[in-house]
């Protein structure tokens, strides 16, 4: 197998993937109200995806959890993925080729 991708690397990854498809990924950062997801992801058709990234053997903290546990009840679009595998399924769902 071979060597693990840092979040860093995972995040640009899936960023370039989402510009080839025609998306938009913003860094989402709120200085007032930290554990926000990591990117907006806008999909070619205008919905909104809230994108927590983790690397394959990370987990999100606590206050990640709640942001995001928070965003869901509002009815918000939000994911948190962990590791390039599901990056890219999550933008082969939200994002197919030929959509």
């Known amino acids: 197998m071979g060597q693990k991708m840092s979040e860093k690397q995972i995040e640009k990854k899936m960023c370039d993937l989402i510009k080839s498809?025609?998306?938009?990924?913003?860094?989402?950062?709120?200085?007032?109200?930290?554990?926000?997801?990591?990117?907006?992801?806008?999909?070619?058709?205008g919905v909104v995806w809230f994108v927590e990234l983790?690397?394959?053997i990370g987990g999100a903290?606590?206050?990640?959890?709640?942001?995001?546990e928070r965003l869901s009840a509002t009815g918000a679009n939000v994911r948190l993925l962990k590791g390039w595998e599901q990056v890219a399924q999550f933008v082969d769902e939200v994002m197919p080729y030929g959509a």
């Open 21 to 45: 498809r025609g998306g938009l990924s913003y860094k989402f950062v709120s200085p007032n109200d930290p554990g926000v997801p990591d990117r907006i992801v806008i999909t070619p058709q």
């Open 54 to 56: 983790k690397t394959e």
């Open 61 to 68: 903290r606590r206050l990640q959890k709640w942001q995001i």
